[in-house]
């Protein structure tokens, strides 16, 4: 289709410095909104590095509190196994007794 130039004003159809320009406006808004998206996402990306970092942070601490309760938790069992193998000795040691007292009290010795 070829539109003479001179009735392109006329017929509402814009001219190519028109479109041209149309095109640019177009493009430099695109870009302006793409700009601002990328702010928004580089602030979305600091926001969520400051996030993990504190995170991260928080788990140490954790972490360390959870050896600590596990160091006394090992001390403690150690204690019970102790107190246990004691209790068990004191034990046996009261069953003999009882039988020595037991055997001392079944043979009576009477003194003249």
Not at 4 to 12: I, K, N, R, V
Request: aromatic share 4%; proline share 3%.
């Amino acid at each position: 289709m070829n539109i003479d130039e001179d009735t392109c004003g006329w017929l509402g159809i814009p001219t190519p410095l028109e479109m041209h320009k149309q095109h640019a406006r177009l493009l430099e808004n695109e870009i302006q909104e793409l700009n601002l998206q990328l702010r928004k996402a580089r602030a979305d990306i600091f926001g969520l590095v400051a996030m993990l970092t504190e995170a991260q942070a928080k788990n140490e601490e954790f972490a360390g509190y959870l050896r600590l309760r596990g160091a006394e938790a090992a001390a403690m069992r150690k204690q019970i196994a102790n107190l246990t193998t004691s209790d068990r000795l004191s034990t046996r040691e009261a069953e003999r007794l009882r039988s020595v007292l037991n055997e001392l009290m079944s043979h009576p010795k009477t003194i003249v």
